[in-house]
């Protein structure tokens, strides 16, 4: 996957999630990972908004055991990307270019998630009682309040 327009934080979420899903043995990294990979990045402006909407990482990882279990893939195979984190990347390169904004930040990667409602990221976070709606409008609040 290409991150030449990817923001450092942006690059980490992408880490993070990668060293998610192979902690988790899977062969692919899904929004679930993503996800992790936006909370566990708390110095992200994603990472600020999910951590004011009490989502702990955790929790986040439990859910995601619970709900997708654990796999057994070889840690240096190379992962893909699932086609809905793949739709969620891309959703978020087309909010960053709209915004008018260089490069890709975790708050578009999180925008990303919380679009696909039928993700597994976006109904770990429902199942952990915060509406993604709300995740939503704190990152348009939070970047609106940057452009001010």
Known sequence: MRLDNFGPDARSVIRLASAEARRLGHNYVGTEHLLVGLVADRDGRAGRVLNGAKLELAK??????EVVGRGDAVAEVELRLSRRARR???FAATAARRLGHSTVGSEHLLLGVVNDEGGIGAA?????RVD???LEAAIWRDIEGQRS
């Open 124 to 128: 770990i976070i429902r199942s952990l």
């Open 88 to 90: 969620a990347i891309s």
């Open 132 to 134: 993604p709606g709300q």
């Open 60 to 65: 986040v990882r439990s859910a995601i055991e």
